[in-house]
Nanobody, 126 residues
């Protein structure tokens, strides 16, 4: 079973930027959508940004459109989440996961549920 290790989180001031990385321990098919999710204290997991590698299609939650960008480095088997213009409401633990049972980036962000890894903490505060 492929595992994902998230990194790159930290403390940043409002308006700042961070780039999160998600390294996969094994092969992830281009047919699987992969996504970044987040969980703020007291809230459910939220699909933030998802990618279907096969065709490059992406999905972004309305709350992050225009600020976040998901991408993948095939050579490094790593998925990134570039986060710009960060807001305090972006504070959460961010997780990366793939789902072989879903077929689109949108379905991934909206419908995925399951176990989560350790995640990486992002705190936006002055």
């Amino acid at each position: 079973q492929v595992q994902f290790v998230e990194s790159g989180g930290g403390l940043v001031q409002p308006g700042g930027s961070l780039r999160l990385s998600c390294a996969a321990s094994g092969f992830v098919s281009d047919d699987y959508p992969i996504g970044w999710f987040r969980q703020a204290p007291g809230k459910e997991h939220e699909g933030v940004s998802c990618l279907l590698i096969r065709d490059g299609s992406t999905y972004y939650a309305d709350s992050v459109k225009g600020r976040f960008t998901i991408s993948r480095d095939n050579a490094k088997n790593t998925v990134y989440l570039q986060m710009n213009s960060l807001k305090p409401e972006d504070t959460a633990v961010y997780y990366c996961v793939a789902n072989p049972f879903l077929t689109t980036a949108q379905a991934m962000c909206i419908s995925h549920f399951g176990s989560w890894g350790q995640g990486t903490q992002v705190t936006v505060s002055s």
